[in-house]
């Protein structure tokens, strides 16, 4: 049997996703906490159990385990390989949309480092800073590397920066705006940092795009939350002591941002296509 290449890079990139994912797991559950991420190996919450190596495939163990810790039995979160699963799925994805190159490796941190924060936002209402570092870090340094050595990359010097100012300023602008004029809190400042490092990644366009995906589809979740459940919707200036926690209507923003950068990232040339051919067909 001959394998081709391309059928060998496409499993590779599924595992190399998976194995990440398997990080991305411990990353949420410690980070929030203010845990390292590198040590304690993996154990079982419960019974302190090492987790062997032969236990740590990715979606697989979970799977033959039946989700229960080999010694103790206690359950295991449907979330780990949850996690994995999507973790193999964006493995794959960038693989289809950047074959293997610099661009792969690059969009690789923006996607699991986007998923972190979406996570860890939608469970805790916190934006860690560390990762929103790294990851702007690495944002920045790479297109001004391939500048440096004048070597196209799929997101320019200029464009990178742009987005970055572009991000962070519309951000910073709707929270004074609603600050100072309406006298409320409408979005946090790790939203303005989190549209800034998209923003290097994906340049001023994708900020613009980013922005009007994530507001639509807040405010449908929004609209289908308030339909649902009303007594569970405060407006977010009923909020005296401003925890956003028990504020069940506010919804965290950054998983919305998120979602939209991997739609633009994906998806964007098709998007706009459609978006212009409709306004054409319209007019
Ligand atoms: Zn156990």
Same mark, same amino acid.
């Given at each position: 049997?001959?394998?081709?290449?391309?059928?060998?890079?496409?499993? @590779?990139?599924?595992?190399?996703?998976?194995?990440?994912?398997?990080?991305?797991?411990?990353?949420i559950s410690r980070v929030p906490e203010g845990l390292s991420v590198v040590s304690p190996p993996s154990? /079982?919450?419960? /019974? %302190?159990?090492?987790?062997?190596?032969?236990? =740590?495939?990715?979606?697989?163990?979970?799977?033959?385990?039946?989700?229960? /810790?080999? =010694? /103790?039995?206690?359950?295991?979160?449907?979330? +780990?390989?949850?996690?994995?699963?999507?973790?193999?799925?964006?493995?794959?994805?960038? !693989?289809?949309?950047?074959? &293997?190159?610099?661009? +792969?490796?690059? +969009?690789?941190?923006?996607?699991?480092?986007?998923?972190?924060?979406? !996570?860890?936002?939608?469970?805790?209402?916190?934006?860690?800073?560390?990762?929103?570092?790294?990851?702007? $870090?690495?944002?920045?340094? @790479?297109?001004?590397?391939?500048?440096?050595?004048?070597?196209?990359?799929?997101?320019?010097?200029?464009?990178?920066?742009?987005? *970055?100012?572009? %991000?962070?300023?519309? &951000?910073?602008? &709707? &929270?004074?705006?609603?600050?100072?004029?309406?006298?409320?809190?409408?979005?946090?400042?790790?939203?303005?940092?989190?549209?800034?490092?998209?923003?290097?990644? #994906?340049? =001023?366009?994708?900020?613009?795009?980013?922005?009007?995906?994530?507001?639509?589809?807040?405010?449908?979740?929004?609209? %289908?939350?308030?339909?649902?459940?009303?007594?569970?919707?405060?407006?977010?200036?009923?909020?005296?002591? =401003?925890?956003?926690?028990?504020?069940? @209507?506010?919804?965290?923003?950054?998983?919305?941002?998120?979602?939209?950068?991997?739609?633009?990232?994906?998806?964007?040339?098709?998007? #706009?296509?459609?978006?212009?051919? *409709?306004?054409?067909?319209? $007019?």
């Amino acid at each position: 049997m001959i394998i081709s290449l391309e059928s060998l890079l496409t499993i @590779a990139s599924i595992f190399f996703g998976a194995s990440w994912g398997s990080f991305l797991n411990v990353v949420i559950s410690r980070v929030p906490e203010g845990l390292s991420v590198v040590s304690p190996p993996s154990r /079982c919450p419960k /019974c %302190g159990n090492g987790i062997k190596f032969y236990d =740590n495939i990715p979606i697989l163990s979970w799977l033959i385990l039946r989700g229960k /810790c080999r =010694n /103790c039995k206690t359950g295991i979160s449907i979330q +780990y390989p949850i996690i994995e699963l999507l973790g193999a799925l964006m493995g794959l994805a960038l !693989y289809k949309e950047f074959d &293997i190159s610099f661009e +792969y490796f690059y +969009y690789f941190v923006f996607v699991f480092g986007g998923i972190a924060l979406a !996570y860890i936002d939608l469970k805790t209402w916190l934006v860690p800073m560390p990762i929103v570092i790294i990851m702007s $870090t690495i944002g920045f340094i @790479a297109p001004l590397l391939f500048f440096i050595v004048d070597v196209p990359f799929y997101i320019s010097l200029k464009e990178s920066v742009f987005g *970055f100012f572009l %991000g962070g300023g519309i &951000i910073s602008f &709707i &929270i004074l705006f609603y600050k100072y004029v309406r006298k409320m809190d409408a979005l946090g400042w790790g939203d303005a940092y989190v549209l800034a490092m998209i923003g290097l990644f #994906i340049g =001023n366009k994708g900020v613009l795009v980013t922005l009007f995906l994530a507001t639509l589809q807040a405010s449908v979740i929004g609209i %289908g939350m308030i339909l649902i459940n009303k007594k569970s919707t405060v407006p977010y200036d009923d909020v005296k002591d =401003n925890d956003p926690i028990k504020n069940k @209507a506010a919804l965290p923003f950054v998983p919305f941002l998120i979602i939209g950068s991997f739609e633009f990232l994906f998806f964007g040339e098709k998007l #706009i296509n459609w978006y212009l051919n *409709f306004m054409k067909s319209i $007019t």
